[in-house]
């Protein structure tokens, strides 16, 4: 079993920035997939980005490309988002989440996160 615990979350305004962690436990995600997804108010969780196990290959949303950046440390088994240029309808609940597939929906991941909160202010 994987655990992830995401953190980093807050308060900014826009045009900030804030970095996102999820931090992995139980088992090395090292071989699995890891992504970010997020539910805005009275929204479907969405997919923001992605990362292979590898970190060589990466996948953003069209809504976030060029402004968030995602990587991973596999030897401390941690996977960041990077966010600038922050906007207020960035404004959601940020789930990390790992699988074995690279995907850009759901179902392609096995393991989630409780979410941590980021709100953007205009």
């Known amino acids: 079993q994987v655990q992830l615990v995401e953190s980093g979350g807050g308060l900014v305004q826009a045009g900030g920035s804030l970095r996102l962690s999820c931090a992995a436990s139980?088992?090395?995600?090292?071989?699995?997939?890891q992504a970010w997804f997020r539910r805005a108010p009275g929204k479907e969780r969405e997919f923001v980005a992605t990362?292979?196990?590898?970190?060589?290959?990466?996948y953003y949303a069209d809504s976030v490309k060029g402004r968030f950046t995602i990587s991973r440390d596999n030897a401390k088994n941690m996977m960041y988002l990077q966010m600038n240029s922050l906007k207020p309808e960035d404004t959601a609940v940020y789930y990390c989440?790992?699988?074995?597939?690279?995907?850009?929906?759901?179902?392609?991941?096995?393991?989630w996160g409780q979410g941590t909160q980021v709100t953007v202010s205009s």
């Open positions: 989440a790992a699988g074995r597939l690279l995907a850009t929906t759901q179902r392609g991941y096995t393991y």
């Open positions: 990362i292979s196990w590898s970190g060589h290959s990466t």
């Open positions: 139980g088992r090395t995600v090292s071989t699995y997939a």
